[in-house]
Structure formats: structure tokens, C-alpha cells
């Protein structure tokens, strides 16, 4: 069993930035993808980003990508999410998700564990 527990939410302005972390209570955290979503007021969880088990490989939702970086340090059992240029729209709650597979990534079927989240609130 994995336990994901995010931090780094908070609220912000516009234009400003945010990391989020997400530590994870297994030492096998370096052979499982890593993945963030994030869910708005009334609406679906959305993919966000996700990073593979080496951090070789990574993948971003159109309306995040040139601004969100995604991490990971298996030393430190931990995966992050660099935040810039944020935008109101980019309120939500953001969830970290660990998967064993590899397939379907931006999907959240493919995720086996997922955190409790961690507010993210950009003010315009």
C-alpha cells in the first residue's frame, strides 16, 4: 500500500508560482509512474502531468504545458509539481497519483494509489 500525501498548496496571484510536493511512504516509489490531477468546483478530475519511474519520460495537459514542470527525486521518495504563470483557471484541488503501469497515463484508471490533495487557489 502507497501513501501519497501532498503539500505546497496555498493562494496566490495570478502570474505567480507554486511547487507542490508529493512524498510517498513506499521505498519501491522509484519503479512506479507518478502522475497530478487536479479537480475544480463542479467539475471531472482532469490530468494534469504525469512522469515516468526514471524521470525519462514526461507528459502534459495542453492547457498546462510551457508553464507546469514535473519532477521527481526517488531518493526522496517524492514527486513535484512546478507551477508558473498561473491563472485563475488553474484553481483546483491537485492530486499526486502513483500508477505500476505504464499505459495510459493521462487516464485516471491507470492510477493504483492517489493522495488526499492539496488546495491550489490563484486570485486574479
Known amino acids: 500500500q502507497v501513501q501519497l500525501v501532498e503539500s505546497g498548496g496555498g493562494l496566490v496571484q495570478a502570474g505567480g508560482s507554486l511547487r507542490l510536493s508529493c512524498a510517498a511512504s513506499?521505498?519501491?516509489?522509484?519503479?512506479?509512474?507518478m502522475g497530478w490531477f487536479r479537480q475544480a468546483p463542479g467539475k471531472e478530475r482532469e490530468f494534469v502531468a504525469a512522469?515516468?519511474?526514471?524521470?525519462?519520460?514526461?507528459a502534459y495537459a495542453d492547457s498546462v504545458k510551457g508553464r507546469f514542470t514535473i519532477s521527481r527525486d526517488n531518493a526522496k521518495n517524492t514527486v513535484y509539481l512546478q507551477m508558473n504563470s498561473l491563472r485563475p483557471e488553474d484553481t483546483a484541488v491537485y492530486y499526486c497519483?502513483?500508477?505500476?503501469?505504464?499505459?495510459?497515463?493521462?487516464?485516471?484508471?491507470?492510477?493504483?494509489?492517489w493522495g488526499q490533495g492539496t488546495q491550489v487557489t490563484v486570485s486574479s
Open positions: 513506499e521505498r519501491t516509489f522509484s519503479t512506479y509512474n
Open positions: 497519483a502513483a500508477a505500476r503501469g505504464g499505459y495510459g497515463l493521462q487516464y485516471k484508471p491507470a492510477y493504483d494509489y
Open positions: 512522469i515516468t519511474w526514471s524521470g525519462g519520460n514526461t
